[in-house]
């Protein structure tokens, strides 16, 4: 039984500025380091194909959190946030480029065994567990990668660039 997982990471950290004279407005992107350093949520919606046949896993509920836990808070802000996303098979468990860690996920894939009733998402963690087991990911930049610096204002956004 051949098994993959799609899950999306976004990482990134805010820098606070005292007004909008202290940004750098025609170089943005001098903002875009230190992913994760504020950050690092996934996406509360997996996807799950088992022998070619997809399933989707949407933890609605945690849709506002994941948007919130993006947000800088009161004041002037620029963020900056590297959005990753990837399939994972048996084939990336702690691979190099692009990877997965959870060894109960991992033993099932090669078992053929995966449960989708297995699979939770924590509110509070804003990360992806299989057997109450976490999942973690690290997906290279030459796979996939998203960026951008958002300008925002009591967490309302005043410029955006990606």
Known sequence: MATRVYLT???????????SEDVQWDDLFSYAYGAGDDFSVYEPTLKIEIDGVESVIQESAAMQDFAQAQLPGEGMH?????????????????ADDTWFACESLYSDMEAGKVELSEFSYSKEDKAWSYKQESISVG????????????VMSNNAIVEEQA
């Open 139 to 150: 997906i290279s930049c030459d796979v996939s990668s998203d960026e951008k610096v958002v």
């Open 78 to 94: 620029v963020v900056y946030s590297d959005t990753r996303s990837a399939w994972f098979s048996g084939e990336d468990h702690n």
């Open 9 to 19: 990471i976004v990482e990134g950290r805010f820098e606070e500025v005292n007004s």
